[in-house]
C-alpha cells in the first residue's frame, strides 16, 4: 500500500486546525479537545454551553462534505473494514480518550502548544501506539496491501 506525500493539503489543514484552537480559546476560552466537547453534548442534562459545542461538532462534519460537493476529486473514501470493525475502533478511540483524559486534538494540538507535560507525555503515547499498530498491520501481519 502506497500513501501520498501531499504536504501543501497537509500543511493547510494543520493551519485551519491551529487557527480553529486560538480561536475558540480566544472567544470561549476553551480547549479544542473534539472528545471533550462532543462528551459533554452527550451528557443529560445538557450543559448551558450545548449551543457553541453543537456547532463546533457540526461544523467538524459541515467542512469536509462541503469541500466533497465542491471537489469531488480531493477527497477520495474508501472503508477497508465493515461496520463491526469500525464500531470497535469507534470504542477503543472513545475508551482511550477517556483513560487519557482527553484526545489527540486536546494534548496534541492544545496541550503541547500550552507545554503541558502531561499532554506531552499523553502525545508521546499516543503516537509511538500509532506507529506500533502501522508497522505491525503493514510489515508483521501484512494487511492493506
Known sequence: MTTAF????????????GLAAV????????VAGISGITGQLLKWPPAADWPWRLAFVA??????LAVVQRAPDMAE????????VMALA?????????FGSGCTSGHGVCGIARLSKRSILA???????GLLTVFVV????????
Do not use: E
Open 6 to 17: 501531499t504536504p501543501i493539503p497537509a500543511l493547510i489543514g494543520g493551519a485551519l486546525i
Open 90 to 98: 469507534g470504542f477503543l478511540v472513545g475508551f482511550g480518550s477517556s
Open 123 to 129: 502525545t508521546v503515547v499516543f503516537m509511538t501506539a
Open 138 to 145: 503493514r510489515h508483521v501481519i501484512g494487511a492493506g496491501d
Open 23 to 30: 480561536l475558540l480559546m480566544l472567544f470561549n476560552g476553551r
Open 77 to 84: 473514501l474508501g472503508f477497508v473494514a465493515g461496520l463491526p
Open 59 to 64: 461544523g467538524l462534519v459541515a467542512a469536509p
